[in-house]
């Protein structure tokens, strides 16, 4: 089963709108022609519309970097799937670690994001993986089954084909430790094996898992090498052009 790999850059609470829209249109016209690969951007909520605007007829899709599970309502500071669908974004990324530890999101508060973005034809790509102190107690796999299972509860046969994983461990994110290839390829396996128990197995070979943690020009084409990593989510190398389009280029 071919997977289109998916190429997500999350640009978190970084650049002005003026920012936001020069460099999508660098990865804009750097995307141009690509057909084999999936690029996707997440600015800040501010930024949204702009962006869409600026990336509109390039192969660029527009994320947002978290999705309400109301479509509207009385949620000082959330952001709704059909707002983010009205300013251009066709994704949501959801279970972010540093929602997850910074914020104190719960699976269950996760799970309610992804069913209501898949409600409204928002993909969602969960981001599931352990901190530090697990993968030394030995925890890794148990974290992630539950963060998998748990997210995805009640998500349909249907909708699953929608649905993008991103594993990223923590220790990873922003630190410039990335997993050994070997690492990150154990735990994809993992959990697309926890999809095939939750699923049927036709459907977890086709659903995409990224991996996210330090991925850089230097190490994208190791780690895109391996057979169950189908795309990379990508933080700081995510913020600069040339090191974007290296990392969309991966050979
Ligand atoms: C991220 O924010 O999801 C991420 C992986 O960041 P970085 O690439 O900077 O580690």
Redesign the pocket.
Do not use: D
């Given at each position: 089963m071919k997977r289109k790999p998916l190429i997500a850059g999350?640009w978190?609470m970084h650049l002005t709108i003026d920012e936001a829209v020069s460099l999508a249109q660098e990865i804009a016209k750097s995307s141009q022609g690509l057909e084999d690969k999936e690029v996707m951007i997440a600015p800040a909520a501010t930024a949204l519309a702009a962006v869409a605007d600026a990336v509109k007829g390039s192969p660029v899709i527009v994320a947002g970097q978290n999705a309400s599970w109301e479509q509207q309502g009385a949620y000082t500071g959330e952001i709704s799937p059909l707002m983010l669908k009205d300013a251009g974004a066709g994704m949501a990324?959801i279970g972010?670690?540093?929602r997850r530890h910074i914020f104190g999101e719960s699976n269950a508060m996760i799970n309610q994001r992804i069913l209501g973005a898949l409600s409204c034809d928002v993909i969602p790509v969960l981001?599931v993986g352990e901190t530090l102190d697990e993968r030394e107690e030995g925890l890794t796999m148990n974290v992630l089954e539950l963060q998998v299972c748990e997210g995805l509860e009640g998500v349909s046969s249907l909708q699953i084909e929608q649905v993008v994983i991103?594993y990223?461990p923590v220790w990873?994110?922003?630190?410039?430790k990335?997993a050994s290839k070997e690492q990150a390829q154990e735990a994809h396996r993992f959990i697309r094996g926890v999809l095939g128990d939750l699923y049927e197995k036709r459907l977890a070979e086709q659903i995409r898992i990224l991996y996210?943690?330090?991925?850089?020009p230097e190490n994208v084409d190791d780690l895109m090498a391996m057979p169950d990593i189908d795309g990379?989510?990508?933080?700081?190398?995510?913020l600069q052009s040339d090191s974007f389009d290296r990392i969309i280029h991966f050979t």
């Open positions: 999350n978190k990324i972010h670690s540093e981001c991103a990223e990873a994110i922003g630190t410039g990335t996210g943690g330090s991925v850089k990379a989510l990508v933080g700081g190398a995510a």
